[in-house]
Nanobody, 119 residues
Framework: VQLQESGPGLVKPSQTLSLTCTVS??????????WNWIRQPPGEGLEWMGG???????YYSPSLQSRTPISRDASKNQFALQLSSVTPEGTTMYYC????????????WGKGPLVAVSS
C-alpha cells in the first residue's frame, strides 16, 4: 500500500488547513481498516488527530474533535482532513496512515507534507 498526502505548504493563522490522502494498492473500504491522520508539531511527539473506518465511521481526538472533520471519497480512494483555526505554531508534519485491523496499530505511513502557519 502507498499513501500520499497533498495540501498547501503554507496557510495563514485562523485559516482552515485542508489535506487529502490518496491511497494506492489498497481500498479505503477494505474491511476493518481504519485510516488515520497524525501530526507532529516542531519539537514534539506524534499526535493522533482522528481517523475514518472502512465503513465511514469517524473517530476524533477529544482535544481536536470540533476542529477536524474527516471525510472520504471512496470513488477516488481518498480521505481528507480539515483543521480549522490553525495557529502560528511553526512548521508541522502531517501524516496519513493505515491501521489494517483497527486494533493492532498502524502499518503504513505517508511521507507527510510539512505545513507552515504564517501570516
Amino acid at each position: 500500500v502507498q499513501l500520499q498526502e497533498s495540501g498547501p505548504g503554507l496557510v495563514k493563522p485562523s485559516q482552515t488547513l485542508s489535506l487529502t490522502c490518496t491511497v494506492s494498492n489498497d481500498s479505503i473500504t477494505s474491511k476493518y481498516t481504519v485510516w488515520n491522520w497524525i501530526r507532529q508539531p516542531p519539537g514534539e511527539g506524534l499526535e493522533w488527530m482522528g481517523g475514518i473506518s472502512y465503513s465511514g465511521s469517524t473517530y476524533y481526538s477529544p482535544s481536536l474533535q470540533s476542529r477536524t472533520p474527516i471525510s472520504r471519497d471512496a470513488s477516488k480512494n481518498q480521505f481528507a482532513l480539515q483543521l480549522s483555526s490553525v495557529t502560528p505554531e511553526g512548521t508541522t508534519m502531517y501524516y496519513c496512515t493505515r491501521d489494517p485491523t483497527g486494533v493492532n496499530g498502524m502499518d503504513s505511513w505517508g511521507k507527510g507534507p510539512l505545513v507552515a502557519v504564517s501570516s
